[in-house]
């Protein structure tokens, strides 16, 4: 299994995963993918900062407990089809990680409880 570091923003890979967090999201257009996920490049597409706020939020909320984090998007080799086969049939991974935090990108932040639950309603 592939994981992310929190600290670092490192991927290394695990035969046995420490424990972890998860990010559950909707795709955007401007993903970071695995094989683009070492180059500097990355760093200037939208999907960086969700993949480094997630870390950045994991690392002050569940360290020293959790020190990593998967997300599907950098985790999973797409351009190998066993792996993305294994992903798709393997939800394991979200009932094995110690937290899971969702981003719903079409959902505006706001403080007032009742305006965010009809905006939750309505996102896709």
Not at 2 to 18: C, I, S
Not at 53 to 76: N, Q
Not at 93 to 100: G, I, L, S
Request: glycine letters at 4%; a neutral charge; one cysteine or more.
């Amino acid at each position: 299994m592939r994981l992310l570091h929190n600290k670092t923003l490192k991927l290394a890979e695990f035969l046995q995963p420490p424990p972890y967090a998860i990010l559950s999201h909707t795709r955007g257009a401007d993903e970071v993918t695995l094989q683009e996920f070492g180059h500097l490049k990355a760093q200037n597409k939208h999907g960086w900062r969700k993949i480094s706020e997630f870390c950045k939020t994991a690392d002050a909320e569940l360290d020293p407990i959790v020190e990593h984090g998967w997300i599907d998007t950098c985790c999973i080799d797409k351009t190998s089809s066993a792996e993305l086969s294994e992903s798709i049939n393997s939800m394991f991974r979200y009932r094995k990680a110690v937290c899971c935090y969702a981003v719903l990108e079409d959902v505006e932040h706001t403080t007032d409880d009742k305006v965010l639950r009809d905006r939750i309603k309505g996102s896709r």
